[in-house]
């Protein structure tokens, strides 16, 4: 890759921050740029960043494509107002559920994602806004691990020779390419944000679609959405790099009531990681998967069995599609 990394020991963060600002401000320089905010730790201290360079030239965007957490449009839209950055919520859950309906192989779905999220919704507000520019938080490993073909990621576009003026009408900005996500933390300390954001487990710019394999449909959304609710509450102060569940495609036996049923079956994951290069599974008390399992057979609906993932990343991926 042409792209020089810059470890987390060779970063200077303040003087990281200084020469971004003053980049992300003369890039623009009169014009508007728009923000993709998802909430994570990447796009996160990226709207910080650009809030800094361009103040009220920003126009900062948080796509509900419904493949989020439960409540996180409305949560990351109202932390930011309070970290004194305006963002719109911009509902486009009709875009991506057509753009995925009847997909199943996991590059198709992410090219389809890639489709609806850039073309189709940013495609549009770049006209409206008139804006020039897409800020997004792209990391280092993004690229790695796109150019390697381990999986792509949504948000790799130019590295793939992909001409996003040409075919999107705007010029994208990777403040962070340079960076893997430890890297990153240090900044979101540094800029001011909150604990629960800067320290925040990943979660993948597919969003929930990336951890349904097979088709993703609404209601599919829905079950693994819960799972990882559930998730998420039980491993809360387990000290890991990452969490979260599987929907496979396959049904499986169970039994209810004393009569079977023929359900669903939920794939935990629970990962020890510093940059999502290498990855070895949490090692979780039984008790405590035992009542994960407990509480998610119980509380979402259809599901019959839930398993623990036990192989390290590599072979293994941290997300499933």
């Known amino acids: 890759m042409d792209i020089q990394e810059v470890t987390v020991l060779d970063l200077n963060v303040e003087k990281f921050i200084e020469e971004k600002v003053a980049e992300i401000a003369a890039i623009v320089g009169d014009g508007i740029a728009i923000n993709a905010l998802s909430g994570g730790v990447d796009s996160s201290v990226v709207t910080i960043l650009a809030h800094r360079a361009l103040g009220n030239k920003l126009k900062t965007y948080f796509i509900d494509n419904g493949l989020m957490r439960e409540g996180e449009p409305e949560y990351i839209v109202g932390l930011f107002k309070e970290l004194g950055v305006s963002v719109e919520l911009v509902d486009s859950k009709k875009e991506f559920f057509s753009a995925l309906s ?76 340079q960076l893997r996500k430890d890297s990153i933390r240090e900044l979101g300390k540094v800029l001011g944000l909150p604990l629960e954001i800067y320290n925040r487990p990943p979660f993948p710019g597919p969003a929930l679609s990336a951890r349904i394999i097979g088709e993703v449909t609404s ?72 009542k994960l399992a407990d509480r998610i057979t119980n509380e979402v609906t259809g599901v019959v069995s839930v398993t623990y993932n036990i192989a390290q990343k590599p072979p293994s991926t941290i997300e499933a599609v």
């Not at 819960?226 to 491993?235: F, N, Q, S």
């Not at 890991?240 to 499986?252: K, M, N, S, T, Y």
């Not at 004393?258 to 090692?283: H, M, Y």
């Open 102 to 177: 009847g997909i199943t192989e996991p590059e198709e779905k992410r090219e389809a994602i890639t489709h609806a999220f850039y073309k189709v919704v940013f495609g549009n507000l770049v006209l409206e806004s008139g804006g020039r520019y897409l800020l997004q938080g792209t990391n280092y490993t993004d690229v790695e691990e796109t150019i390697a073909g381990v999986k792509r990621q949504h948000n790799i576009l130019e590295q793939l020779g992909i001409d996003t003026e040409q075919q999107y009408g705007y010029k994208v900005l990777e403040p962070l390419i």
């Open 219 to 290: 209601q599919r959304i829905v079950t693994v959405r819960h799972a990882t609710k559930i998730i998420e509450e039980e491993l809360a102060d387990i000290d890991a790099f990452q969490c979260l569940g599987i929907l496979h495609e396959d049904r499986v036996t169970g039994v209810r009531e004393g009569k079977r049923d023929f359900g669903l079956q939920i794939e935990v994951r629970c990962w020890d990681s510093v940059d999502a290069r290498v990855a070895s599974p949490t090692n979780l008390p039984f008790d405590l998967l035992r």
